[in-house]
């Protein structure tokens, strides 16, 4: 196909999204829902067989140099281990072979590569349930959220990218005719602007979110010109893997040389990541994971351009709320959805001693915690909502962190058990634990993250102060997410004014199918970069624009 | 006066300069020519006696707390001393002011902020000859340079800084109502997006461009929302005090308190500079310097924003000429200008073994050399011409290194001298030396920066190798700009190519007064931020867009 042609085919998407993006109103380029009305009767058994013919066996379907040995050790949260391996590829070849794939790629126009990367986004989303298996079955999120979350959402995140790129490359005039007048003459000048890409990205995979928390740094990375190494975590690889071979093959057939992005299998006990962030080629760096590593590898890669999405502490502070039902119920679910696993679940609910207004008149804070307790219970035991919500804990150490939060000897609102699963009697399970923590004197423990279904409730002695605690985490430890409940107008602003301030998001009384922990691409920006939780924003200018710079070529017309 | 007529007051301007910012076309918002007509008959004298009035006594202008000793020791490289002295402040007092000023400056919108620095920078304008008095005595510019690089282009860069910030800034819907359907409801969010500065920034100046280089970083800064400490060299702080004493007054004026900006003089034993960057809440870093100190910073401050401009190695390739008196001129006058001492000066003339082609036929290396040094002694034996365009040698370093280049064993083309200067008997000058480098041979010599008048020829074997060589040096050493002389178009498109490709600009066939010492704000992006040279681009979206982050508010407006 010309690239005309490819780049008319994709113009109404791309302009769709470039709308989307700069007015923040809703868009979502893929349906949501993983409906057969939607994607196929079929679609769904298909991509079931699909993610069993994978099991077991050699993973052969990347276009990309194999030099090493074959490695894989993923288990399924759900009790069964995946039992596929993927080729290895070394470090240094891997650099080589993008770099020599850069040279095709960085040549071609903004609007040809975006064009591209739409072109392979479309049909690679016709792996969607593939991708949703695998994501189950790697990170232990129930099937519709592994749907979502590695398929519309991500892919609507990484279109978000591409359009966000192109704005930014496009933005200044790519040639212009300067005049300048000096005494009588008159000197011109042509110029024009060339966008010079960084050098190579990398991209380190986390293990909960494999897709949505790399394809915003993969496309942004693509888009302006550099080629991209990506790097999943070693036990959710598979739908990295699935990602990149599509991806790959669909750059084949148009002519262009797939190792523009390469897959970089590893192993928990040899995770390459600072093999590959250190390496003089890589110039820009995403990150998603842990605070205390994303920490070191900001500090240790002084020079380089890096972005990182370290989870914060995110609080809710519950001040009056004019439907108590609907909050509590929207605040379980928060609670609950992927078993707390998410950089984006609520970790501490804050509220005033003296109670919470409500239209039925005030609730004391126990009232409320049992409340909130019997609001989780009933989600818990819904046994058709419960273990899809909740779905499986990835890791291992979530369990034992779980574990260790019973055990710091603060009152048990709520404990954690198990949850048997109708379809997977092995899996690893837990339902939240809310423990009550002391005001301030506690803080050692709720004022830092522990990932997983683990929260805090915390009694402040009024709501001003509630709220300057929450804006104190925010500044210390950072937050990706916040929430308010109130109906006092006066405070809400007071809220909005310092959270914001303090460079975290506010979520204003949310009730019925909207969440916390669930951002929108072309609308919400995911991680504003200006906390502890990380540098990235999901996206924003700076986010592509530090991924490219732009060349001056000037030429004497005329000088007389 | 109130913000929105004081909005409207530059609106116009403002405009103006972001769709100069955008169409890269000429654009002057101030005029460059120090001349009576424009700035007013009696503009100069009196610049001088407000100059000559700040001598030898302590500097008083300043609206900053101080907390310290009296300090500064500068002296002219015309040959005496200013005997001025500043009043210290503690880095400590300087960040907790500038964080308590900013709690004020973060809350105007980014049209509030835009208006008060353009009447800020417009109310500074009328220091343009005491500025340019004070660059020339600290720095040893020529006096026209001196106007010009502290006055009109300096303050342009300052304005394209202001545009691009607020163009950043405003790019996304500042708030949006956002529905989605789901089964057969809707849910109804009202969006507000929230731009929030990084923190306080830091921005460390250099001795020999004080205005011009610092400017854009400290009015990125400020337009973003940030608070900024400024740190200039030791020996160049005059033009910066006089700048900033200012800026305060027009700021303190307008009811907005005057820290936001804040001057922090130092000394040669004591300069600062590790102390301010290092500062936990100093969060962006903007360095001007030589190259090893600059990514000595890169590297330990690691998780800050930081963009640097540290000097490159400039080469000129002097492939063929359609008018060679022409090409020799305009190359005579580029490594005349301030000696050298401009990280945009040509360090390195590469031409191909075989001759130069001329429209008068082929002329050998050894003949295009001799021509050469003929037309820098016109430049230099000038006397009109010769002493303000050489100016004086700023530092007693770039002496030594002149006189370290000449004793390098290479064969000396011109060598180096005094220049008298009519009016400074005492000045410190030299002369540009030419040197011949062996082709290769002598990289370790051509191959790294000699900042001041030094210059080496180098014999390619053929054009072709000679572009290899200018796109190796960018490479590995980086370069502010590149020349290229040419008359064959094959040959030029591929030295653009290849040149851009590598991450530097390129002038092509300069001629007339056009120089490649010089990039012109709103036009050409200075420093591409893509090579060893340096970080920063002034001015681009990255350049602007790393300083703040946007936090998104969302509320629940319907939910049924």
């Known amino acids: ?56 066996k050699p993973f052969r379907e990347l276009l990309q140099v194999h030099d090493g040995a074959w490695v894989g050790r993923e288990e399924s949260p759900y009790g069964f281990p995946l039992g596929i391996e993927y080729p290895q590829i070394s470090v240094a070849t891997a650099v080589e072979r993008a770099q020599r794939a850069q040279q095709q790629w960085r040549r071609l126009s903004a609007r040809q590569r975006a064009a591209i990367l739409i072109e392979a986004l479309e049909q690679t989303a016709a792996e969607f349930f ?35 790129g192109v704005v930014a490359l496009e933005y200044f005039a790519g040639e212009a005719l300067w005049r300048k007048s000096f005494g009588k003459g008159e000197i011109v000048l042509h110029k024009r602007f060339v966008t010079v890409p960084k050098g190579l990205g990398a991209v380190i995979g986390c293990s909960t979110f494999p897709l949505w928390n790399a394809l915003p740094g993969v496309f942004a990375n693509l888009v302006t010109g550099n ?13 990295v893997a699935l990602f990149v071979a599509r991806f790959q093959q669909v750059l084949d057939a148009l002519g262009v040389d797939p190792h523009v992005l390469v897959f970089l299998p590893c192993t928990p006990e040899e995770p390459l990541t600072w093999e590959v ?20 590898l900001e500090r240790r890669l002084g020079g380089k351009v890096v972005f990182t999405e370290k989870a914060g502490v995110n609080s809710v502070l519950v001040h009056s709320v004019s439907n108590l039902g609907a909050a509590l119920e929207n605040l379980a ?34 009232a409320f915690a049992e409340r909130l307790v019997s609001a989780i219970d009933a989600l818990v035991q819904n046994p058709k909502a419960g273990p899809p919500t909740l779905g499986a804990i990835q ?22 058990a198990s949850l048997s699963h109708p379809d997977f009697p092995h899996a690893r399970t837990a339902t939240p634990v809310l423990l009550e923590a002391r005001w301030q004197e506690d803080r050692a423990f709720y004022g830092r993250e522990w990932f997983g279904p683990i929260a805090f409730l915390v009694r402040a002695p009024d709501a001003e102060q509630a709220l300057a ?17 109130t109906t006092d107008e006066h405070f809400k602003e007071r809220a909005i004014a310092s959270i914001t301030e303090a460079g975290a998001p506010v979520a204003l009384n949310f009730v019925g199918p909207v969440w916390i922990n669930q951002s929108a691409a072309y609308s919400d920006f995911h991680g504003a970069g200006v906390n502890a939780a990380g540098s990235a924003s999901f996206t924003d200018l700076a986010y592509v624009s530090a991924r490219f710079g732009i060349v001056h070529v000037r030429e004497i017309v005329r000088a007389e």
């Open 395 to 416: 890791s291992e150490r979530t369990l034992q962190r779980v574990r260790q939060a019973e055990a710091l000897g603060l009152p048990v609102l709520r404990g954690s």
């Open 277 to 296: 962030v250190e390496h003089p080629a890589v110039r820009i760096v995403d990150y998603t994971g842990g605070p205390a590593f994303g920490a070191e």
């Open 1 to 56: 196909m010309a690239w005309e042609e490819l780049i008319d085919k994709h113009a109404g998407t791309l302009a769709q999204a470039i709308a989307a993006v700069r007015e923040r109103t809703f868009y979502a380029h893929w349906a949501e829902i993983p409906s057969g009305k939607i994607y196929g009767e079929d679609a769904n058994e298909k991509g079931r067989h699909r993610f069993e013919s994978l099991l077991n």
């Open 130 to 164: 593939p991708l949703a298996y695998a994501t189950m079955h790697t990170t232990g999120q129930g099937f519709v959220m592994a749907f979502q979350a590695s398929g519309p959402h991500a892919f609507d995140r990484a279109l978000e990218a591409v359009a966000t």
């Open 227 to 239: 080629g991209c190494l990506w790097k999943p975590h070693p036990l959710a690889m598979l739908p």
């Open 333 to 366: 679910f928060s609670l609950c959805l992927y078993s707390g696993q998410m950089c984006t679940a609520p970790q501490n609910i804050i509220a005033p001693e003296e109670g919470i207004e409500t239209p039925e008149g005030k609730l004391s804070v126990a």
């Open 469 to 485: 605690e929450m804006v104190h985490l925010v500044q210390t430890v950072g937050a990706l997410v916040t929430a308010v409940y």
